[in-house]
């Protein structure tokens, strides 16, 4: 069952690290990377399963109907696992038409392609989507996000993942592919792009230059870390019900400034700075438009089904975070070079 296996956006962050996990794993199986390698997707982030004989980078646009269909017939994949996306949803607010076409378009080309493709036999495939919490919309002081909370997608980028969620129910019920969706909370971690909050904080500190912080920091998320994200979607893959959707979250809720705070702490240890230092360095910013209060996931069923839980403390998974950052300078510099320089000074602007 499932013996090759298509992984888009593998070259990203939580593509990475889903990548490195099958690849270690599952030897006799084959894993086709396919990843636009935009801003976001950085092979680097993979140098070390590079050369293993069951894995295969290919570069490629999922919104490219002929080269995907073309992708399908060469690869007779089993599987896909769908990551490819536009993930900011700060970007997504200064050019929405790039979240519909990737994040729309690219996912009803992905399985338009799986039903071409498998059409005369569904046995033993799978369309594995991975989306996110943001799906739901804001949560007040109280209550959490379950499989059954109705969608109130809020910023182009959550109406966007919103939108390719419903294709895939959509081919699900009127095609009948088999598919599965999980809906997963904030994710840290290794290999992290710079522009989200964690490793953008770490960067910052360790460079002294002011921790921008929306609002006055009251918005709240539920943190998992990358690697525990990555094993759930292995278990949903290999042991979810077709048909349904599983929310995966850290149990784990954290107000952004008292989270800045913890890293911040943290920082002056690792950095052998004064304690209070590096909270020196905390700036409000003019708050995103449409910002969503809270995201809290319920991850009861995931839990209780398949046995999936998180396995780190956020205080260990966030020294574990801050230490490859640390230790892996040179990844940060390539990263937040060119480009992203522009981005960052027309986002940040002060209050
Ligand atoms: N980061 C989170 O906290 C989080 C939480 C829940 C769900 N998700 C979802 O998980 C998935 C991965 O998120 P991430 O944070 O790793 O994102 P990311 O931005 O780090 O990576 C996305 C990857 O997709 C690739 N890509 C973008 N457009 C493409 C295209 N048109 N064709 C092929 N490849 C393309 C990029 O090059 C990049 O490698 C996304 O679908 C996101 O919605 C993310």
Same mark, same amino acid.
């Given at each position: 069952?499932?013996?090759?296996?298509?992984?888009?956006?593998?070259?990203?962050?939580?593509?990475?690290?889903?990548?490195?996990?099958?690849?270690?794993?599952?030897?006799?199986?084959?894993?086709?990377?396919?990843?636009?390698?935009?801003?976001?997707?950085? %092979?680097?982030?993979?140098?070390?399963?590079?050369?293993?004989?069951?894995?295969? /980078?290919?570069?490629?646009?999922?919104?490219?109907?002929?080269?995907?269909?073309?992708?399908?017939?060469?690869?007779?994949?089993?599987?896909?696992?769908?990551?490819?996306?536009?993930?900011?949803?700060?970007?997504?607010?200064?050019?929405?038409?790039? /979240?519909?076409?990737?994040?729309?378009?690219?996912?009803?080309?992905? %399985?338009?392609?799986?039903?071409?493709?498998?059409?005369?036999?569904?046995?033993?495939?799978? /369309?594995? !989507?991975?989306?996110?919490?943001?799906?739901?919309?804001?949560?007040?002081?109280?209550?959490?996000?379950?499989?059954?909370?109705?969608?109130?997608?809020?910023?182009?980028?959550?109406?966007?993942?919103?939108?390719?969620? !419903?294709?895939?129910?959509?081919?699900?019920?009127?095609?009948? %592919?088999?598919?599965?969706?999980? $809906?997963?909370?904030?994710?840290?971690?290794?290999?992290?792009?710079?522009?989200?909050?964690?490793?953008?904080?770490?960067?910052?500190?360790?460079?002294?230059?002011?921790?921008?912080?929306?609002?006055?920091?009251? $918005?709240?998320?539920?943190?998992?870390?990358?690697?525990?994200?990555?094993?759930?979607?292995?278990?949903?893959?290999?042991?979810?019900?077709?048909?349904?959707?599983?929310?995966?979250?850290?149990?784990?809720?954290?107000?952004?400034?008292?989270?800045?705070?913890?890293?911040?702490?943290?920082?002056?240890?690792?950095?052998?700075?004064?304690?209070?230092?590096? +909270?020196?360095?905390?700036?409000?910013?003019?708050?995103?438009?449409?910002?969503?209060?809270?995201?809290?996931?319920?991850?009861?069923?995931?839990?209780?089904?398949?046995?999936?839980?998180?396995?780190?403390?956020?205080?260990?998974? %966030?020294?574990?975070?801050?230490?490859?950052?640390?230790?892996?300078?040179?990844?940060?510099?390539?990263?937040?070079?060119? +480009?992203?320089?522009?981005?960052?000074?027309?986002?940040?602007?002060?209050?």
């Amino acid at each position: 069952m499932h013996n090759t296996i298509l992984i888009t956006g593998g070259a990203g962050f939580i593509g990475s690290h889903v990548v490195r996990l099958f690849v270690n794993n599952y030897p006799h199986y084959q894993i086709i990377n396919l990843d636009a390698l935009t801003y976001a997707g950085n %092979l680097e982030n993979l140098k070390d399963i590079k050369d293993k004989p069951n894995y295969k /980078f290919v570069k490629g646009d999922i919104t490219d109907e002929s080269f995907i269909d073309e992708l399908f017939a060469t690869h007779q994949f089993d599987g896909v696992i769908h990551l490819a996306a536009e993930s900011h949803v700060d970007r997504s607010i200064m050019d929405p038409l790039a /979240f519909i076409r990737t994040n729309v378009m690219g996912t009803a080309v992905l %399985l338009n392609a799986a039903r071409k493709y498998w059409k005369d036999n569904y046995e033993g495939k799978l /369309f594995y !989507h991975v989306s996110t919490d943001e799906v739901y919309g804001s949560l007040g002081a109280e209550g959490f996000f379950t499989e059954e909370t109705a969608y109130d997608p809020r910023s182009p980028y959550s109406a966007s993942k919103a939108s390719s969620d !419903h294709f895939v129910n959509a081919y699900y019920h009127t095609y009948h %592919l088999p598919v599965v969706i999980s $809906n997963c909370s904030n994710n840290y971690g290794s290999n992290h792009f710079p522009e989200k909050l964690i490793p953008l904080a770490i960067h910052n500190i360790k460079n002294n230059k002011p921790v921008p912080v929306y609002g006055k920091g009251e $918005n709240v998320r539920d943190w998992l870390f990358v690697e525990d994200h990555a094993r759930a979607i292995d278990t949903i893959f290999h042991k979810g019900r077709v048909g349904e959707t599983y929310n995966i979250g850290g149990f784990n809720e954290w107000k952004n400034i008292d989270l800045i705070n913890l890293l911040c702490m943290i920082m002056d240890k690792k950095l052998q700075r004064a304690p209070g230092t590096s +909270a020196k360095l905390i700036t409000f910013v003019k708050d995103r438009a449409g910002h969503d209060l809270r995201y809290a996931i319920d991850a009861t069923k995931l839990n209780k089904e398949l046995g999936w839980a998180p396995s780190l403390q956020f205080e260990e998974g %966030l020294e574990k975070t801050v230490d490859w950052y640390l230790a892996n300078e040179e990844w940060l510099e390539h990263v937040t070079s060119g +480009a992203y320089q522009d981005y960052y000074s027309e986002q940040y602007q002060k209050r």
